[in-house]
């Protein structure tokens, strides 16, 4: 995706492994590629997730232990405050123990990048709802609309 200097951007990406039927079954191999650059094509952002699902559900991938969820979150705000912004990031993060976050700047200072690990899909939607209010009260100045579901 390209990116106006002057574009305000929320991304979010979000997969689980499910076992429904609970015959210990999972997915083969899992890639995402997150590509942002700017205008002319210099890359912004280069996120990347290539996963087996066995080693998804063996629990030796990091972190992931009993976390069933994995999502991105990656804003690009060049109008605003990044410090502001990531610290509200990670407040919102703080007292909930579903989820373990952390929350970095972008190597060209303008945006943040989100790493969220959450118990279920619940607490991932929760997380990924906290951070788009966030970043829009950030860069528009007011909460979004409340949408029916």
Do not use: Q
């Amino acid at each position: 995706m390209k990116i106006s200097p002057t574009a305000s951007i929320a991304l979010c990406d979000s997969f689980m492994a499910h076992d429904y039927d609970g015959t210990g079954g999972v997915f083969e191999r899992m890639e995402s590629l997150i590509y942002l650059s700017d205008w002319n094509g210099k890359p912004l952002v280069i996120d990347r997730i290539n996963l087996t699902g066995h080693d998804f559900i063996s629990g030796t991938v990091g972190i992931m232990g009993s976390f069933a969820c994995h999502g991105s979150f990656i804003t690009i705000a060049p109008s605003v405050n990044i410090s502001s912004l990531r610290e509200a990031y990670r407040a919102s993060f703080s007292n909930n123990e579903s989820i373990m976050a952390g929350v970095s700047e972008l190597p060209n200072g303008n945006g943040l990048s989100a790493r969220i690990l959450a118990k279920d899909a619940v607490e991932m939607k929760k997380a990924m709802n906290s951070l788009t209010i966030l970043s829009r009260k950030f860069v528009v100045g007011s909460e979004p609309g409340r949408r029916p579901k």
